[in-house]
């Protein structure tokens, strides 16, 4: 080749040349730059930089009913999230920015469309301030995310950097208001609540611990069972730059979801109690238009099984899923009759006469009455005129005529039950709580739900107990004031004479002071003959829960075993399909009645239901029928006020006669008489439970 034909290829090796010179050359320039110009800043920077460990939220565990009915489950819902790390990564734009533009992208989607964008901005800046303590995890600013905001966050993605819509898992209640309250909600810890969950036994004993930031439940059984439904989290490796900003972060332990909790509850049978609780309260409301609440339980006699707990006004938990507006908050928690409480186990309640079986127990118990013993139906009988003033007349106007225990038990005789609950009292003033706390009345359960009301089983030394400090204190005060203003009148005294005087003065107001608190005392404090004749009949200071009710009624028929109740059977490894854990009956204690007057008793109960019974039309039409029950009609008020016009209706009752297999208790607020209300619904459960049919129709 000639010296003219090498010359373009020698120009083109030595320009390439050139160019890998000056490449190299700047790679050598920036290496010494950084390892050695530089060297000290990055070392600084590189151990700025620390490796934290970090949790990843394990998939909640499902709910399902005794046969397998799912109740709750984690579904994936399109959640709107900002990815803090994206956020701050992002180049040629100020992260405030970005939240502004996407606050206007979703106002139309927003909750509260009250709000301006700058509102809603400020609520997501909030968002993310508390979210400092784990900006490794995306925070979630709007749940339920629609398809035409997916969308609009689809087509502006470039200017939205770390804003992403992603499917998460998300508490989901496919039955909506089905037993509610019993199953509950869930939401993000709060600061108290934090050493509430870490005192868990189990949470103690796993070495867990629960922090800002983690989902829990907070009622219900989302939350007594919190420890097995959240699962096991995950670990998530996490590198935080010396500005506490995560710059890189990898899963190296994935989290393991949470077990399936079965529980004792019968989704029809409850859906069959709440049914009719709404048919029988829109019934009251024609006459009483405040009428909005009801409660009732079911339960398994010889376990403690609820198979039922309805609890009127129902709650929806998918309503307090995510943002809550104002509305569904009032709704919930701050009205007079509250979605969110569960009154079926936090209520209480006068028991109206469902409480008369206790009254008999212990008269027959305590020996003062034999089940053959009958007195004249008249209010005379309670004796002379000033015993008379303190009692009760005969409910209705009635006149039964001669009442012995089976028939005032039936009937649901007040003049009854008020002489031989006098002579229980009189003869042994304890003994009346004593058997309502060994059936379950006034104590806690120990039920596996949280918030259970304890109740009052009143006595005359719990009311002297009650009262008594509240005396105590207004006589410590008025002694106070009258040592005070003396002290100083006595030091300013001209002569002893005055002195004298003035301490003769004060020993006089002591003694009045004195003869107040014994007045009061002997009064408001002291049992009053009135004091029995009004908790006999199940009213005065008598107050219940109709689990507690459910419970007694169980334990009458059951031979007398108080069982310990529960709603969750057993749970599951949604894995292995293997039982983790199993809850057992458990016995409690067995009540000091006699086999035979519990017997006598539960004879008095099966009246109530045929014959002359008070609730022997409910079950006429119902020919399988056997079994027994007690209506209530609960005075709400004192007697002679206007409360006292207002009664609820209550209901107890068990099915069958012989083996009895399942008892109810049920309330119905404003409802008068139980049969017509509370009845109504015990029927239609048993009814559903034993497949029963009625012979005018359904």
Do not use: C
Not at 113 to 123: G, L
Not at 237 to 247: E, F, L, T, Y
Not at 375 to 385: E, H, I, M, R
């Amino acid at each position: 080749m000639e010296d003219r034909e090498r010359k373009p290829f020698l120009h083109r090796l030595w320009g390439l040349s050139i160019v890998v010179v000056l490449v190299f050359a700047i790679l050598g320039f920036n290496l010494w730059r950084l390892q050695i110009a530089k060297s000290s800043y990055y070392t600084t920077m590189a151990q700025g930089n620390v490796q934290q460990l970090v949790t990843v939220p394990a998939t909640r565990g499902d709910i399902k009913d005794r046969n397998g009915t799912l109740l709750v489950t984690s579904v994936p819902e399109f959640a709107l999230t900002i990815d803090w790390l994206d956020l701050q990564q992002a180049k040629n734009t100020n992260w405030k920015d970005v939240v502004r533009r996407l606050a206007g992208f979703i106002k139309p989607y927003w909750p509260n469309q009250a709000e301006s964008v700058d509102a809603i901005t400020e609520d997501i800046f909030a968002m993310i301030q508390n979210k400092q303590w784990e900006r490794y995890r995306p925070v979630t600013v709007l749940s339920n995310v629609p398809e035409t905001l997916q969308s609009v966050i689809a087509e502006h993605q470039d200017e939205l950097p770390g804003v992403s819509v992603d499917a998460i898992p998300v508490r989901s209640y496919p039955q909506n208001t089905l037993m509610g309250q019993v199953l509950g909600y869930v939401r993000e810890i709060g600061d108290k609540e934090i050493d509430q969950f870490n005192q868990q036994p189990l949470a103690q004993k796993d070495g867990f611990k629960y922090v800002q930031g983690d989902i829990v439940g907070k009622m219900g059984v989302e939350k007594s069972y919190d420890y097995w439904l959240r699962g096991k989290e995950g670990v998530q490796q996490v590198v935080v730059d010396n500005s506490a900003r995560p710059i890189s972060k990898q899963v190296i332990q994935p989290a393991e979801p949470g077990k399936t909790i079965q529980l004792t509850i019968d989704a029809n049978l409850q859906q069959t109690v709440q049914n009719n609780l709404d048919s029988v309260i829109a019934d009251v409301q024609k006459s009483h238009s405040d009428a909005q609440v009801g409660a009732a339980v079911v339960i398994e006699v010889k376990t403690g099984k609820i198979l039922a707990m309805a609890s009127r006004p129902y709650m929806n938990p998918n309503d307090l899923i995510g943002i809550i507006s104002d509305d569904t908050a009032k709704r919930y928690f701050q009205d007079k009759d509250a979605a969110s409480y569960n009154r079926a186990l936090s209520g209480v309640y006068p028991p109206g006469s469902t409480y008369k079986m206790i009254t008999a127990m212990a008269a027959l118990q305590g020996g003062v009455v034999s089940p053959s013993d009958s007195f004249n139906d008249t209010l005379s009988a309670l004796g002379n005129a000033k015993v008379q003033e303190a009692g009760f007349p005969e409910w209705g106007g009635n006149n039964f005529g001669m009442v012995n225990m089976m028939r005032g038990i039936a009937l649901s005789s007040d003049i009854y039950f008020e002489i031989v609950g006098r002579r229980v009292f009189d003869s042994n003033p304890e003994l009346m709580k004593q058997l309502s706390n060994e059936f379950g009345l006034g104590v806690k359960s120990g039920v596996d739900l949280p918030g259970e009301a304890i109740g009052v089983s009143p006595s005359a030394e719990w009311k002297k107990g009650y009262y008594t400090p509240s005396y105590d204190k207004m006589r410590d005060e008025k002694l106070k004031t009258i040592e005070t203003d003396y002290a100083t009148k006595i030091a300013q005294a001209p002569d002893d004479k005055s002195k004298q005087n003035l301490q003769a003065k004060k020993d006089t107001a002591i003694k009045q002071v004195d003869t107040w608190y014994q007045q009061m005392i002997a009064q408001n404090v002291d049992w009053q003959i009135y004091d029995s004749f009004n908790n006999s009949i199940g009213q005065g200071y008598n107050a219940y829960t109709p689990l507690q009710l459910a419970n007694y009624v169980a334990t009458l028929v059951n031979g007398g075993k108080h069982m310990k109740p529960y709603v969750v059977d057993k749970i599951i490894d949604p894995v292995t399909g293997n039982v983790a854990q199993q809850n057992q009956p458990q016995v409690l204690n067995n009540v000091s009645v006699s086999p035979q007057n519990l017997e006598t008793v539960k004879q008095g109960m099966a009246a109530v239901t045929k014959g002359e019974g008070t609730a022997a039309y409910i079950f006429s039409d119902l020919p399988q029928y056997s079994g027994g029950g007690k209506t209530g009609t609960a005075q709400i008020g004192s007697k002679n006020t206007i409360a006292g016009e207002l009664y609820n209706g209550m209901y107890v009752g068990f099915a069958p006669y012989d083996d009895p297999q399942i008892a109810f208790a049920g309330v119905v607020e404003y409802g008068g008489h139980g049969g017509e209300t509370a009845g109504v619904v015990a029927k239609a459960a048993f009814m559903q439970y034993f497949g029963w049919k009625s012979t005018s129709g359904g």
